[in-house]
């Protein structure tokens, strides 16, 4: 299954001044998304493709397993750029503090490795800071300074956060104990391979992309943390 989707949403502050400025991606929302699944039944035990004529104590061993799996892979949540000089040096404090672009291309963006902390702890880097004030430093030519009385015209939710990737996989097992009496054991593995998956940066210019969270949209519990086992015995009659 493979979808890509862009949704607009709009903010209600400075919609009736400009609607290109609220107007912009939804922050929730990813551009592409991937997601496959299955299962597959192990061909051993009694009836099946090897070992099918072996006995019931046998077959209690090797036979009855399923492997079932949904991963998905997608691409980064949007994410806003900010500029703290742009208000309220130049706009009340409540309109979008953006920078302008320059017409020298985008900032680069590339997630760098994970760095560990002494307390276990740790970042990502997603870009470099661009300037630390566009009023005095022109910076690097991809961003100026609005103006006075001007909202800066990166727009909202332009650029995009990291990429994305969970595979949750099941191994169970069925026991016939008599004809009419079955105990099902299952194990799942929740982000099965232990990857990181980050959040967004801040998105101001004048730092660090620094990134110190993971994202969210993992089962169960939608937080994306460290791999989750979890064990279930039931019996069916």
Request: with cysteine; net charge negative; proline share 6%.
């Given at each position: 299954?493979?979808?890509?989707?862009?949704?607009?949403?709009?903010?209600?502050?400075?919609?009736?001044?400009?609607?290109?400025?609220?107007?912009?991606?939804?922050?929730?929302?990813?551009?592409?998304?991937?997601?496959?699944?299955?299962?597959?039944?192990?061909?051993?035990?009694?009836?099946?493709?090897?070992?099918?004529?072996?006995?019931?104590?046998?077959?209690?061993?090797?036979?009855?397993?399923?492997?079932?799996?949904?991963?998905?892979?997608?691409?980064?949540?949007?994410?806003?750029?900010?500029?703290s000089?742009?208000?309220?040096?130049?706009?009340?404090?409540?309109?979008?503090?953006?920078?302008?672009?320059?017409?020298?291309?985008?900032?680069?963006?590339?997630?760098?490795?994970?760095?560990?902390?002494?307390?276990?702890?740790?970042?990502r880097?997603?870009?470099t800071?661009?300037?630390?004030?566009?009023?005095?430093?022109?910076?690097?030519?991809?961003?100026?300074?609005?103006?006075?009385?001007?909202?800066?015209?990166?727009?909202r939710?332009?650029?995009?956060?990291?990429?994305?990737?969970?595979?949750d996989?099941?191994i169970?097992?069925?026991?016939?104990?008599?004809?009419?009496?079955?105990?099902?054991?299952?194990?799942?593995?929740?982000?099965?391979?232990?990857?990181?998956?980050?959040?967004n940066?801040?998105?101001?210019?004048?730092?660090?992309?620094?990134?110190?969270?993971?994202?969210?949209?993992?089962?169960?519990?939608?937080?994306?943390?460290?791999?989750?086992?979890?064990?279930?015995?039931?019996?069916?009659?």
């Open positions: 299954e493979f979808r890509r989707v862009l949704f607009r949403s709009e903010q209600t502050g400075y919609y009736t001044w400009d609607h290109n400025i609220t107007h912009g991606r939804d922050s929730n929302t990813r551009l592409e998304q991937m997601i496959l699944y299955g299962s597959y039944d192990f061909p051993f035990g009694k009836g099946k493709q090897f070992a099918p004529g072996v006995n019931h104590a046998t077959d209690l061993l090797i036979g009855g397993y399923q492997l079932s799996g949904v991963m998905t892979w997608a691409g980064g949540l949007p994410y806003t750029l900010s500029y000089e742009a208000n309220p040096t130049n706009l009340p404090s409540s309109a979008p503090n953006w920078p302008s672009m320059t017409g020298a291309g985008h900032m680069k963006t590339s997630l760098t490795g994970f760095t560990t902390k002494a307390n276990g702890t740790g970042t880097q997603l870009y800071a661009q300037t630390t004030n566009l009023i005095t430093d022109p910076g690097t030519g991809v961003f100026q300074n609005p103006g006075l009385d001007t909202i800066g015209n990166v727009g939710n332009t650029y995009i956060g990291p990429s994305f990737f969970s595979t996989l099941a169970s097992k069925v026991f016939t104990v008599w004809e009419d009496v079955a105990v099902k054991f299952r194990m799942d593995a929740f982000n099965a391979f232990n990857h990181i998956n980050p959040g940066p801040g998105g101001s210019i004048e730092s660090d992309g620094t990134i110190t969270s993971e994202a969210n949209g993992c089962f169960p519990n939608g937080n994306c943390g460290p791999r989750q086992l979890e064990f279930s015995l039931r019996v069916q009659f």
